[in-house]
């Protein structure tokens, strides 16, 4: 299973034709609007100099004349003309104002304002006047809930959420889209914050199970942070009983007076088996797992080879002894790289897959890649971004066949920087499919098989290993932070059960492939800085103040520092990682550090990559499943081209909202297969009630220890009535726990030795016991 190197659909414009939700002659795009907010200024301050008659000219009239064949003004042109008004205005007033008269302009006028508001720019009061959302103060974001009850709303530009107490959260649900407007402050000093409207509701189905009472049919969702119950409507529960598992649709959102209802769509089964874990992530997450015929009509008409008129334009690159390094399961290849001694550095050539040449804007194939973002890896499973006819078939770099790609040709100096860099379309051939534990095992342990067996790339490979070391300097250098994270392994059987499960760590191999990637993403990044066509950045702040004074608490109970907030650099957490390498409490404080980490996300602006301790950084290298490269990749290409950003595709405002639908999906991504995950741990350990295993305590609450398996790297509850008999203490301040009399006392970092009591594959738990 290959997973995603280097750790996602309202757009307002569609390759050649207009945006679903804004041209008249289409339906409405996804999201429902609901009833706009009733406390909204009528007016605003008036701006000095701006006539509320004046003409306002669009800067994108000639992007909007190539999309449509009739155009209306654009969406900045509208924004431009309500930030120039000193009150709310009704769409009759914005129509006069854009000189739009004609019935069919003025039906895509309507659509487009209903667009702006489903994206959170445009707000519109009781009274039908639109306002510029920035201006009110009003941020739009997501709905994060919390199992408590209360949560809080991430902002789409980033900073500080903000919090949302049990009263405003009845209004929604956990993935919501919201506006939202600060109210104050709570007593632990957190921006707290109030509903201003729902822009757009989380998907429509999830996995729960029945509960019945008096005749009255609910659903209690499996997902903790969606903390109501879903009331079934009489008649569309399809016959399911008390305590089946089943998939609810949500047919009417929740309010302030009441929970959500909706309907069964299946019934799943009485008890959750590991066969069910990953259609039930796939049902809970609303995954697009189906595909429409126009997107398989559309993959099935591409050549499976490379045709003689494809070449035209293109460097070939055949006759370089490009190889590809993957995981040993992998089946789609996105990247092949090649390295030379040049002069007293080297050489780089990243090819990476040039799916921007099959998938075009505005096609069914992109509508399709655009609603999934990202492929999302299951154990043993995989919901692809593209069909598999082009994800393993003619955008894949397979060995010896022709490829079509896009070069980012790279030359690097003894100091592992990169001194110039060019792009360019090429026909590659792949010449070797290695894996990364054979590449390591012929590079790194010297292993007299593996080297026979490679023997035709080894001088390249030990090029590549060469440069890598040059690059691992170069990333130390400039104080990139380096966790030694290590991935959990699943083997399942036919039926879908767990068989094995193993901790892999990287070794050299891996990181060689990351830091070719790495330098290509960042020659991406600047290439589209300078031509400055909007893309999507991938963007890393530093930590967040909050999580920042917990880490500082939980460093100091072990004798460890880190500068101020302010003032600390990735260097610094570098400095870290290396001073406590060789503790054995080392995994638990690296763990740690890296949750107190922002969430990298996507953004058109780039403030740079803070744990890279880049100051630009975008990805380039994985258009095959990640649709943020394959934007990269057409910008790249209209570059190439001559295009100027005013011309472009995609307009600003287009690119933001993308950025943030690409990045809502990625987290949709991830939480699906942290939910697999979690629920394979479980089946695994079923299979290992009432045995022993050493481990170290990550947590320390009130009610118990959090522990971690050493090996597995599996965590479990030991809960306090399962630690010997005694009254015990909990210090919050130096997170531990101390029992009165015995003595006993129990911290963070302690080894400890467990005997595994159950583990539940549906409520996702596991309680250990402590082995006294």
Known sequence: MKRRKNTPPHTGARGGKPAAGEDPRQGRGPGKRVKPAPFLPERLPPLPGKGRKARIADPHAEREAKRYERPIPSREAIIDLLTGQGELLKIEKIADALHLTDPVDLEALTRRLGAMLRDGQLIQNRRGGY?????????????????????????????????????EMRKVLHGDRVLASVVGIDRRGRRQGAIVEVLERRSS???????????????????????????????????????QIVIVEITDPPTVHRGPM??????????????????????????????????????????????PAELDGRTDLRKLPLVTIDGADAKDFDDAVYAEAAGEGFRLVVAIADVSHYVTPGSALDEEAKNRTTSVYFPGFVVPMLPETLSNGICSLNPKVDRLCMVCDMRIDADGEVTRAKFYPAVMRSHARLTYDRVWQAIGEKDADARRELADVMPQLKVLHKLYKLLAKARRRRGAIDFETTEVDFRLDSEGEVVQLAARERNDAHKLIEECMIAANVEAAKFLQKKRIPAPYRVHAPPPASKYEDLLEFLREFKLSLPPQDKVAPADFSALLKKIRNRPDASLIESVLLRSQSMAVYQPGDPGHFGLALETYTHFTSPIRRYPDLLVHRAIRYALAGGKPAGYFYSPSDMANLCVHCSHNERRADEAERDVDERYKCAWMEKHVGEEFDGIVSGVTSFGLFVELTESKIDGLVHVTQLPNDYYHFDATRRMLSGQRRGLAFRLGDEVRVRVLRASLEDRKIDFRLVT
Do not use: C
């Open 262 to 307: 909706g309907r069964i769509i299946t019934a799943l089964g009485e008890r959750l088996q590991p066969s069910l874990v990953v259609e039930m992530a796939i049902a809970s997450h609303d995954l697009p797992h189906e595909w429409p015929a126009a997107a398989l009509n559309q993959a099935a008409a591409v050549e499976p080879e490379v045709t």
């Open 205 to 243: 189905r999830l996995v729960g199970r029945v509960v019945e009472d008096h005749g009255v049919v609910l659903v209690t969702p499996d997902d903790r942070r969606l903390h109501q119950d879903v009331l079934i409507k009489p008649g569309e529960d399809r016959g399911a009983h008390s305590g």
């Open 131 to 167: 306002g510029v959302a920035s201006k009110l103060d009003l941020m739009p974001g997501q709905v994060l809930a919390n199992a408590e009850g209360y949560g809080f709303l991430r902002p789409d530009e980033g900073g500080d959420d903000l919090y949302l107490s049990p009263a």
